[in-house]
């Protein structure tokens, strides 16, 4: 009889494992849900905030497009009529600033920016 008893206590013992593995394969897989549900949220709260922020984006290089055309043709208004005077352009200081600005903001890389910027909506 105690053959079968220590039997059924290893039978018992070896289910009671059993479950136990089983509870913490559960609690880790609703840990690991509750985590990800958290992680999602903050997937499309992310990618909602980059469009909002790339239309915002797209308007503000829109408008610097504008201003460096409108700095581009007063800048090269204001060279055509110095030489007209015959003043030395290049001694003005806000004609170098412009011009400098101009360089160090070329039209294209803003345009690249803005396909950037329209591939997130």
Known sequence: MS?????IFSMIQTELKSEKVELANINELSSIVQKSR????????SFLDAKQKSKTGIK??????????????LANEIESASKDLGINVTK???????????????INATEKMISKMKSLL
């Open 3 to 7: 053959k079968h008893i220590n039997k």
């Open 38 to 45: 958290g992680d999602e949220s903050e997937m499309i709260d």
């Open 92 to 106: 003005i200081k806000e004609w170098k600033k412009a011009k400098d600005f101009l360089n160090s903001n070329p």
């Open 60 to 73: 503000a290089a829109e408008n610097h497009i504008k201003n460096l055309k409108s700095v581009n043709r």
